[in-house]
């Protein structure tokens, strides 16, 4: 099993940066694939950001490319999402994800064993 906590969610305005954190526990974190998705009220779970297990390949949703990044540290067990130049429409609860880290990369939510509780993020205009 494995637990995956975030935090770092607040009320923002336009524009402004944020820093998600991921933290995970219960197996080896180096192992894993990771991901950031997103869900908004009314919309399907989305993924955000990428990353694999070495933190070697990323990829990122169209909608966040050259805003956003994602990052890990495996010392820490951590993920992260760095959020810059926020916009009202990036409103959403942010989930952490993880998934065995022998396949390939993926944005399927359902491939994903274990999921975080969410974090609320608020960009007001």
């Known amino acids: 099993q494995v637990q995956l906590v975030e935090s770092g969610g607040a009320l923002v305005q336009a524009g402004d940066s944020l820093r998600l954190s991921c933290t995970a526990s219960g197996r080896t974190f180096s192992n894993l694939h990771m991901a950031w998705f997103r869900q908004a009220p009314g919309k399907e779970r989305a993924s955000v950001a990428l990353i694999a297990s070495d933190g070697g390949r990323t990829a990122y949703a169209d909608s966040v490319k050259g805003r956003f990044t994602i990052s890990r540290d495996n010392a820490k067990n951590t993920m992260y999402l760095q959020m810059n130049s926020l916009k009202p429409e990036d409103t959403a609860v942010y989930y952490c994800?993880?998934?065995?880290?022998?396949?390939?990369?993926?944005?399927?939510?359902?491939?994903?064993?274990?999921w975080g509780q969410g974090t609320q993020v608020t960009v007001s205009s």
């Open positions: 994800a993880a998934r065995n880290g022998l396949g390939v990369l993926t944005t399927k939510p359902i491939l994903y064993n274990y």
